[in-house]
């Protein structure tokens, strides 16, 4: 399984970008797939993430309203379009597979906003 994240860049506050992550392997349909993000000398954090059924989604408090993570499971990708960018978004985001106690990160892709 490999997961390939694109779509960082150096933007201004209240710019918007939109990441996307190719996963090889079994669909993502079967998995619940989400986006963290990490800064230097910080734990790796939840950003958003949808579940299997891809009926439901969950967000960091504070990226709701701003952020939103969908699936394309005839591409086999999931994005986080993310609005309204602030200088704490400023952070290496990754995507991630999870099935049980079973994880797959990407290889992080980097956003980094201005003020």
């Known amino acids: 399984v490999q997961l390939q994240a694109s779509g960082g860049g150096s933007v201004q506050a209240g710019a918007y970008l939109r990441l996307s992550c190719a996963v090889s392997?079994?669909?993502?349909?079967?998995?619940?797939m989400g986006w963290f993000r990490q800064t230097p000398g910080k734990e790796r954090e939840f950003v958003g993430g949808i579940r299997w059924t891809g009926t439901n989604t969950a967000y960091l408090d504070s990226v709701k309203g701003r952020f939103s993570v969908s699936r394309d499971s005839a591409k086999n990708t999931i994005d986080l379009q993310m609005n309204s960018l602030k200088p704490e978004d400023t952070a290496v985001y990754y995507c991630?597979?999870?099935?049980?106690?079973?994880?797959?990160w990407g290889q992080g892709t980097l956003v980094t906003v201005s003020s």
């Open positions: 991630n597979r999870k099935s049980g106690s079973t994880q797959y």
């Open positions: 392997g079994p669909t993502i349909k079967t998995y619940n």
